[in-house]
């Protein structure tokens, strides 16, 4: 009898396949954090999340990124504003990383996954357009930095 993939690995394949995807078609645009950031709180509200506009982005966040790490798919998140605009998400350890996705990709443009849900909760919040650097993929992790614009023009 054939052997199945585990769930994790198959979360694994599919972590590899929308790095490609991201690879392919560059910086995610509003539409697509307009879609995440509606389906964030019908997904997640079954734990407790509930993204409303207003709320201070940190805070909104960190919900966010402790419901992840209950999960035990992340470690060592950090979201924090580094100036009025600007925002960064450090992901220490995503258990997703002994794919050696991040290797195959280091060369690559690409967004991690989890900095795309992050950039949409803060469009939610904050109700501007959000623009999100290139990740930069670390071993076991990465550091994105997002910034609020009240308009962008693609």
């Known amino acids: 009898m054939e052997e199945r993939p585990s769930e994790k690995e198959i979360v694994k394949i599919l972590h590899a396949i929308l790095y490609a995807f991201e690879a392919t078609v560059g910086t995610p645009g509003s539409k697509v954090l307009i879609h995440v950031s509606r389906k964030i709180p019908e997904i997640f509200g079954k734990f407790g999340f509930?993204?409303?506009?207003?709320?201070?982005?940190?805070?909104?966040?960190?919900?966010?990124l402790e419901i992840l790490e209950e999960t035990g798919m992340l470690k060592?998140?950090?979201?924090?504003?580094?100036?009025?605009?600007?925002?960064?998400?450090?992901?220490?350890?995503?258990?997703?990383?002994d794919s050696n996705v991040h290797e195959l990709l280091k060369s690559e443009k690409v967004f991690c996954?989890?900095?795309?849900?992050?950039a949409a909760?803060?469009?939610?919040v904050t109700g501007r357009d959000v623009v999100l650097?290139?990740?930069e993929l670390?071993?076991?992790g990465?550091?994105?930095?997002?910034?609020?614009y009240k308009y962008v023009v693609l």
């Not at 509930?50 to 966010?64: F, M, Q, T, Y």
């Not at 605009?85 to 995503?94: A, D, I, N, P, Q």
């Not at 909760?121 to 939610?124: G, N």
């Open 113 to 118: 996954p989890y900095s795309i849900a992050v």
């Open 138 to 140: 670390t071993e076991k």
């Open 133 to 135: 650097s290139e990740s």
């Open 76 to 97: 060592d998140t950090e979201f924090k504003r580094i100036d009025e605009h600007t925002f960064e998400f450090r992901l220490g350890e995503c258990s997703l990383s």
């Open 50 to 64: 509930d993204l409303r506009k207003g709320e201070n982005p940190e805070e909104s966040v960190k919900k966010l």
């Open 121 to 124: 909760v803060l469009r939610e």
């Open 142 to 148: 990465s550091v994105t930095k997002m910034r609020l």
